[in-house]
């Protein structure tokens, strides 16, 4: 089992940073984590994952250059720089955790544990 407790969401004007951390425990290896979010009445949309084993990343065409996705091993965390936000940002945010090392890291489904969510709102 695996467990996240994500931290950072809150509420900022447009052009301000946000960090949002994500804290996992549990005894089932995780190869990787990923952060997606969900706005009110769409679906969940892929934002950025990064590899446990070569720390590779990948971030969504709508985040790059905004967003950066880093981790601390030892302290199992993995944070998402949220920089130049915008209006268009505001969502939930969720940090997932996928244990088997196959399918692609960019899709919901393809993840086993996930956090509460954290609420990120960007005013304009």
């Known amino acids: 089992q695996v467990q996240l407790v994500e931290s950072g969401g809150g509420l900022v004007q447009a052009g301000a940073s946000l960090r949002l951390s994500c804290a996992a425990s549990?005894?089932?290896?995780?190869?990787?984590m990923g952060w997606f979010r969900q706005a009110p009445g769409k679906e969940r949309e892929f934002v950025s994952a990064?590899?446990?084993?070569?720390?590779?990343?990948y971030h969504a065409d709508s985040v790059k250059g905004r967003f950066t996705i880093s981790r601390d091993n030892a302290k199992n965390t993995v944070y998402l720089q949220m920089n130049s936000l915008k209006a268009e940002d505001t969502a939930v945010y969720y940090c997932?955790?996928?244990?088997?090392?196959?399918?692609?890291?960019?899709?919901?489904?393809?993840?086993?544990?996930w956090g509460q969510g954290t609420q990120v709102t960007v005013s304009s």
């Open positions: 549990g005894r089932t290896f995780v190869y990787g």
């Open positions: 997932a955790a996928r244990t088997r090392n196959s399918g692609s890291n960019i899709v919901p489904s393809e993840y086993d544990y």
């Open positions: 990064i590899r446990r084993s070569d720390s590779s990343t």
